[in-house]
């Protein structure tokens, strides 16, 4: 879209070329879309991760789409300490109107740049302005140029509940990022914004969703759902706050995603820490997610209360390295929420273990072929009996974090199988293996709790991600 300052390929809009670039680098800090955040630069190929303007979404059926990354207006008049266009913030400063913005995005879903459109705003003038603006361009979009491609538009906190379920209309997806996890770190590092002031537009979303769908109204409301973000390590909750506040934005909310950002200084403030979060600790909180919605965990197995989940292993693994007793289990006959929980066995893996049995007794070169990640299951599971995992429990630890180790200082390709990193190792065979006292006491046993996940049908929804 551009082209390194010499010059915009786009040149048929209304909106000035520095206003583009304005308003679409003021929109890269915010990751609650599918890509953001790269800072890989040409360096004489082809390609460029790093400018700004475009994101990334996937549609119900799998497409992955670009989105037109953009904020209406980066002229704030907030002042969120952790924010480079906060009101006292010395940068240059822009603002689109409607039909600037609704122009340009035709022109580049025209010229095949984009497929949809990821509208946000800072705070111009009132939230009630703001929001106004940011409705008049989607429904400029869809009603004066009929667009139907996908928009995902940022809600304003305090603006008129008729204005937003107004824009709501127009939109497929909107999201409040909640940012902080609790009300005293809004209070201190984002003084104008309150915890309700977040909420209350959600849940009101949420009701008139539930309205339109049954009352059967024709249309659409909002069919992508909602989101939001959370930036991680700004403020000193520990992960098992930020865990349990996800648990309920999905239970009680019913958002489609959470979004975890890592913290990254790029405003000092004395408020704030000096140094970034680290990936790492973003990394864990996604796993962590994955088992929330996925496979029937809740926040409270996944991080004990006041901590932070362990850096050296995934959650799940953590889990299962907390709860021996529960381990090994027979593949063979464990039922397919145990199977979930087992660390290396995945939603997929568990499910063809589930059906494939039905024909006969499973043994580890089966799960091997289901691309069950041996290495790290062979130390929870047996195969007819058979345990080929470490022989102590610190063997277990060890390799297990050897192993994450490993799997994080690289890519994974398109081709590379996981599950060929598994049966080598210490073999020991026709023992239950060292995590549980005996086969008998794991075999199909489950933690007080577990979410049933009912019929096989209900069970594969649940694992493509429809839950
Ligand atoms: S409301 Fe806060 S986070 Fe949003 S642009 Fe303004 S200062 Fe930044």
């Known amino acids: 879209m551009f082209d390194n300052g010499r010059g915009a390929c ?108 990821f509208l946000s705003s800072a705070v111009e003038r009132t939230p009630d302005f703001t929001m106004e603006r940011m409705m008049q361009t989607v429904k400029l979009l869809r009603t004066k140029y009929r667009f139907h491609g996908y928009i995902h538009l940022k809600g304003i906190p305090r603006a008129d509940a008729g204005l937003v379920l107004e824009a709501a209309k127009y939109a497929d997806r909107m999201s409040y990022n909640l940012e902080l996890p609790t009300e005293a770190s809004l209070k201190l590092l984002a003084p104008q914004k309150s915890t309700e002031s977040l909420l209350s537009p959600m849940r009101q979303l949420m009701r008139e969703k539930a309205v339109f769908k049954e009352e059967h109204k024709k249309g659409h409301f909002l069919p992508a759902g909602q989101t ?21 934005l999905y239970q009680k909310m019913g958002l489609k995603r959470v979004y975890y950002s890592s913290y990254v200084p790029v405003v000092r403030d004395p408020l704030l820490p000096d140094l970034p979060t680290g990936q790492l600790r973003e990394h864990r909180l996604y796993q962590a ?63 063809k273990i589930t059906e494939a049995r039905r024909y006969g007794a499973l043994d580890f070169a089966d799960l091997k072929r289901m691309r069950v990640v041996l290495k790290r299951a062979k130390h929870f599971i047996t195969c007819k009996g058979k345990y080929l995992g470490a022989k102590d429990e610190r063997a277990v630890k060890g390799l297990l974090a050897l192993g994450a180790r490993q799997d994080e ?42 979410r049933l996940l009912g019929t096989r049908e209900t069970a594969l929804t649940a694992l493509t991600g429809e839950m």
């Not at 879309?33 to 799998?62: E, I, L, Q, V, Y």
């Not at 930036?231 to 706050?241: L, N, Q, T, W």
């Open 409 to 450: 200082a690289r890519q994974l390709s398109l081709f590379d199988e996981p599950e060929r990193y598994g049966l080598g190792g210490t073999h020991l065979s026709g023992g239950a293996g060292v995590l549980g006292a005996s086969l008998g006491a794991a075999e199909g046993a489950l933690p007080a709790g577990v």
């Open 10 to 117: 786009y040149n048929g809009s209304m909106i000035a070329e520095e206003t583009l670039k304005i308003l679409t680098e003021s929109a890269k800090y915010d990751v609650s879309c599918s890509s953001s955040g790269s800072g890989r630069k040409n360096a004489g190929g082809m390609g460029n991760a790093a400018p700004t303007g475009c994101c990334h979404s996937f549609t119900p059926d799998g497409r992955c789409i670009s989105l037109l990354k953009i904020l209406q207006s980066n002229k704030c008049i907030y002042a969120c300490k952790y924010c480079p266009n906060r009101a006292d913030a010395d940068v240059p400063r822009a603002s689109a109107t409607p039909e600037e913005l609704s122009e340009l995005v035709i022109d580049f879903y025209k010229r095949n740049y984009i497929e949809g459109l």
């Open 289 to 351: 997610d994955w088992l929330l919605r996925f496979y029937g965990f809740t926040a409270e197995e996944i991080a004990p209360e006041g901590e932070n989940l362990p850096l050296e292993y995934d959650p799940k693994c953590a889990w299962a390295l907390r709860n021996p007793q529960y381990f090994p289990v027979e593949v063979n006959t464990a039922p397919l929420e145990m199977l979930l929980r087992v660390p290396g066995i995945g939603g997929r893996g568990a499910y």
């Open 228 to 248: 939001t973000q959370l930036i991680v390590g700004a403020s000193p909750e520990p992960d098992s706050r930020i865990v349990r506040l996800s648990e309920a």
